[in-house]
C-alpha cells in the first residue's frame, strides 16, 4: 500500500516563502507530482520529480529525495492568489497516482 | 481541445436510485482515471483504464460501482443503489502514457449528493 502525509494547513504572508512537505512509503515508485487545487475547483499540475534534487520552474520549485521518501514544493513571493490547497502525489510503475489529502495553503496580506 | 469535459456537473438523487457520469477525454490521451473526493480530502483513486482495458480498480470500491470506456474514448461510471455516503465530487482525470511524466489533466468533475 502507500502512505502520504503532508501538514493540514499553512498560513504565509504576501511576498513571503513557505515550503510545503510531503513524505511517503511506497513500492513501484516512479515519480512524485505536486497539484494546485482552488475551492470548488480541479487540481492542475504543477510539478513533476522523479530523480533526486530540485526542479525550478518560476516561483515555485520542487524537491525530491527518493531514499528518505521525502518530498518539499517552495513558493517564492506569495500572492494572494496562491491560497490554495496542494497536493502531493505519488506516481506509481502501474501508472496509478495516489493523492495525499493535502495542505491548505492560506495567503495573508 | 478544450480538455476533459464531464457531465452532469451536478447530480441529486435520492438513496437508491442508480446514477450515471460520462466523462471525455482529451482525444489523444490513452489513460482515463476516476477519483473520488470528499471536503478537506485528497481525490481518491477508483478505477483506470488504458484505452479500452480497465487496468486496475480500487479494492474500496464496491460492487455497486462499475466503469467502463467501451472504444477507448470516453468513459461512464455508474453507481447502482447510491447511500447517502456515495455523496461526493467525481473527478475524472487523463494522461498520455507516452509522456515522461504523464501528468493528469482533470476535468471540472461531477458532483453528486444523495437524499
Known amino acids: 500500500g502507500q502512505n502520504i502525509d503532508q501538514p493540514t494547513e499553512m498560513t504565509a504572508t504576501e511576498g513571503a516563502i513557505v515550503q510545503i512537505n510531503c513524505t511517503y512509503q511506497?513500492?513501484?515508485?516512479?515519480?512524485l507530482f505536486w497539484y494546485q487545487q482552488h475551492a470548488g475547483e480541479a487540481p492542475t499540475f504543477l510539478s513533476y520529480n522523479v530523480l533526486d534534487g530540485l526542479e525550478e520552474k518560476g516561483r515555485f520549485s520542487s524537491f525530491l529525495s527518493r531514499s528518505k521518501g521525502y518530498s518539499y514544493l517552495l513558493l517564492k513571493e506569495l500572492q494572494m492568489k496562491d491560497s490554495a490547497s496542494y497536493l502531493c502525489?505519488?506516481?506509481?510503475?502501474?501508472?496509478?497516482?495516489?493523492f495525499g489529502d493535502g495542505t491548505t495553503l492560506t495567503v495573508k496580506p | 481541445d478544450t480538455g476533459v469535459s464531464q457531465d452532469p456537473r451536478h447530480k441529486i438523487t435520492k438513496r437508491g436510485q442508480n446514477v450515471t457520469f460520462r466523462c471525455d477525454p482529451i482525444s489523444e490521451h490513452n489513460r482515463l482515471y476516476w477519483y473520488r473526493q470528499t471536503l478537506g480530502q485528497g481525490p481518491e483513486f477508483l478505477t483506470y483504464?488504458?484505452?479500452?482495458?480497465?487496468?486496475?480498480k480500487s479494492r474500496l470500491l464496491s460492487d455497486r460501482f462499475s466503469a467502463e470506456r467501451p472504444k477507448g474514448s470516453f468513459s461512464t461510471l455508474e453507481i447502482q443503489r447510491t447511500e447517502q455516503g456515495d455523496s461526493a465530487m467525481y473527478l475524472c482525470?487523463?494522461?498520455?502514457?507516452?509522456?515522461?511524466?504523464?501528468?493528469?489533466?482533470f476535468g471540472e468533475g461531477s458532483r453528486l449528493t444523495v437524499l
Open positions: 511506497t513500492s513501484g515508485f516512479n515519480g
Open positions: 482525470a487523463s494522461s498520455f502514457r507516452d509522456r515522461e511524466s504523464g501528468e493528469l489533466f
Open positions: 483504464f488504458q484505452n479500452e482495458a480497465q487496468l486496475e
Open positions: 502525489a505519488v506516481l506509481t510503475n502501474a501508472g496509478k497516482s495516489t
